[in-house]
């Protein structure tokens, strides 16, 4: 809305300069000799202003269907042929050059083109009909050749930006499709992986009531709480780093570790939110992946700060590990690749000697 009202006021200021430069060429006009009257080359004068007024006025408004351009167009270099007859030597030829300069603004090249190449014979003709020296002839035409390159060197320049401004609003329709994907994303994460383990935590907790064995229900329960409890830190979390808020990764891996060796090595320093995510949902996927699929076995967490990428690397030591068509509910292996790759990193999961690797490498 705003590109719209500002182009429209461009518009209204180009027409109102365009007016105003009429007004000063007709009184300019008027105080000439000869000057414009009632009879001989007076009347001729006369007639040729208010002629050439009409058609300049008519052209600069763009009054009448849009195919009538052309003619008022015309209609205003014909004026000035006429003037330049009536008076050689005045202002008339310069309704030949609004003419050229409104048709590079409003009508196609080539009509454009036509119309110019034939204001400037009509100028060159009135000008060797009075008599006017060769130079007076060559500046004229000259004028009016230029002008028409200034003003299609104008179009080009507005289309230019007028295709950079559509390419801009792409690229911003592109960027909300990408966020509103990443917030989606996100959102599933968080929610798929807490509601999962609480529905099942409840329906247990259900299933021993029915066996009237509450005692054994009410320890479910409360461990359901603790699953709510850190759904909702989880999901504050999650919405903290998509404003943009560092994420703290290297404290919640020690917390997501408290069961495995971690080992922190490098430098630690602020990363994106969604590098950050990034390497913290793959840590807690590969560790949700062992306690599945490999319960007991030892797991090394290592998360390692280098140069131009931070690494995270988590290794489970057992006789078994998660099968790689094997992906759980919630995050899942396949979403976890895409989230890396999206962000410029890169993701590999597979057994390893005595167990399963997960190696998730992200820039920053």
Known sequence: MFEFVTARRVARYRQLRSLIILTIVVIAMFQDEPRP?????????????????AAWTAMTL????????????????????????????GYGAVFALAGVTIACASLPLTTAAV????????????????GSPLESIVIWAG?????????????EREARAEQNELLAGEQAKAAALAER???????????????????????????LLERDRAADAAVIVD???????????????AVSALRGDPVPL????????????????????????????????????ALTNVRKHAPGSSVDVRLEYGDAEIRLTVRNHGPAGPPTTGLSSGYGLTGLRERAELAGGAFAAGPSDDGWLVDVRMPG
Not at 143 to 155: D, S
Not at 227 to 234: H, I, P, S
Not at 253 to 282: H, K
């Open 143 to 155: 004028a009016m050749l230029l002008l028409f390159l200034l003003g299609n060197v104008r179009r």
């Open 115 to 130: 119309l110019t190449g034939a204001g400037a014979v009509l100028l060159v003709v009135a000008h060797t009909i009075a």
């Open 223 to 237: 461990r359901a709480g603790r699953l709510a409890r850190d759904g909702l830190t989880e999901t504050r979390r």
């Open 62 to 89: 763009r009054f009448g269907a849009p195919r009538w351009q052309p003619y008022t167009i015309a209609a205003c270099m014909l004026a000035g042929f006429e003037l330049t007859l009536a008076r050689p030597g």
């Open 250 to 285: 290297p404290e919640l891996l020690r917390e997501l570790t408290a069961d495995a060796d971690f080992a922190l090595l490098g430098e630690p320093r602020d990363v994106t939110a969604e590098t950050g995510l990034a390497l913290y949902r793959s840590a807690q996927e």
């Open 37 to 53: 009257g009632l009879s001989g080359r007076g009347l001729a004068l006369l007639a040729g202003i208010v002629f050439g007024g």
């Open 181 to 207: 994907a990443r917030l989606a994303r996100e959102i599933h994460d968080v929610l798929a992986h807490s509601l999962s383990a609480l529905s099942l935590q409840l329906e247990t907790a259900a299933a």
